[in-house]
């Protein structure tokens, strides 16, 4: 990948005690919506770097991020003290294949997010391309609690300028609501409740299937399609599903 550029970051926001985002000025070079860059800071005398999705569109300034603090993690508790104005380091080249050039056409698009990967989702959906390519695009958000559903007015956007050619399935894990559906996205699949949801039958010959996030989530959600007749996409073979684990 790159070579580190300095950038500054021009907007904060909480969204809750874990959940933030960050808006980076930096002179980066032309990225694919779905790609990530590496962000670091000078901790001790090393520098600390970690690979970040882009949450905004490739056309689009400020850079965004959106970040989970992770319990002693070496990195997102010192991005999070971080106040407007402070220098971070920014990787100059974008990196990674989990954008729509890999994904072949097909009639309905599914997007399956865990937590902070909701933002790489957010940066396709952006662009015209998704748009374009495919007649309905259903995006599932899972996380733990309501408050963790964020980037909501983002998300109504896209429903009032796509209308019902998107769809929207939050999922919350660990407390009741009146509007999530509960549990976790591949229960939900295999009980048939996210299809009743959506509206749109899951099936190999109509969908493609992007998944990112929790390692676990994308295995499981990719092993209860594979378990339905979608495959993998591989340069060789063209499938269904294409994933990016964050860990
Ligand atoms: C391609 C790619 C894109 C990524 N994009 C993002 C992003 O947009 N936003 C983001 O917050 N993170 C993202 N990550 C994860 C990120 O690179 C760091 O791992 C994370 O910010 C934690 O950094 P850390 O130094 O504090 O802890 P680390 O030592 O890097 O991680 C410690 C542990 O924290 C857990 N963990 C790491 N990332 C997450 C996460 N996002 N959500 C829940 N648990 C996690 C895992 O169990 C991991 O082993 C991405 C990772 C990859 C590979
Ligand atoms: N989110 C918080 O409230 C919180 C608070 C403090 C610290 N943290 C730290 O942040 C990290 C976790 O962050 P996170 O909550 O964004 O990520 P996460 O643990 O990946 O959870 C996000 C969503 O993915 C679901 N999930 C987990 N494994 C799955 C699987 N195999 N298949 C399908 N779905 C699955 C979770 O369901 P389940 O709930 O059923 O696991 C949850 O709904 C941890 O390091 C944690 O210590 C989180």
């Not at 010192?78 to 220098?87: K, S, T």
Request: one cysteine or more.
């Amino acid at each position: 990948m790159s070579d580190w550029i300095q950038g500054r970051v021009v907007g904060k926001h909480h969204w809750t005690d874990e959940l933030y985002s960050l808006r980076i000025e930096a002179a980066v070079e032309p990225f694919r919506a779905g790609q990530f860059t590496r962000l670091a800071l000078d901790i001790d005398g090393e520098r600390v770097g970690r690979p970040y999705s882009y949450v905004n569109a490739p056309d689009e300034h400020p850079l965004e991020f959106y970040f989970i603090t992770i319990p002693h993690g070496p990195l997102t508790d010192r991005l999070r003290q971080l106040r407007i104005g402070d220098p971070i380091w920014v990787g100059a080249r974008a990196g990674g294949f989990f954008t729509l050039a890999a994904v072949p056409d097909a009639r309905h698009l599914w997007l399956f997010a865990s937590g902070t990967a909701l933002g790489v989702f957010l940066s396709q959906l952006k662009t015209d391309e998704p748009w374009r390519r495919f007649d309905k695009i259903i995006l599932a958000h899972g996380v733990r609690t309501a408050g963790e559903l964020t980037y909501r007015n983002e998300i109504a956007r896209f429903s009032e300028t796509h209308g019902e050619r998107f769809v929207y399935v939050p999922f919350v894990s660990r407390e009741e609501t009146d509007f999530a559906l509960s549990g976790r996205i591949p229960d939900a699949i295999l009980d048939g409740r996210l299809e009743r949801r959506a509206g749109v039958a899951l099936t190999a010959t109509t969908c493609q299937v992007m998944i990112c996030g929790n390692p676990d989530m994308v295995r499981d959600t990719a092993a209860v399609l594979e378990g339905r007749g979608l495959k993998k996409n591989r340069r060789t073979e063209p499938g269904q599903i294409t994933t990016e684990n964050y860990w």
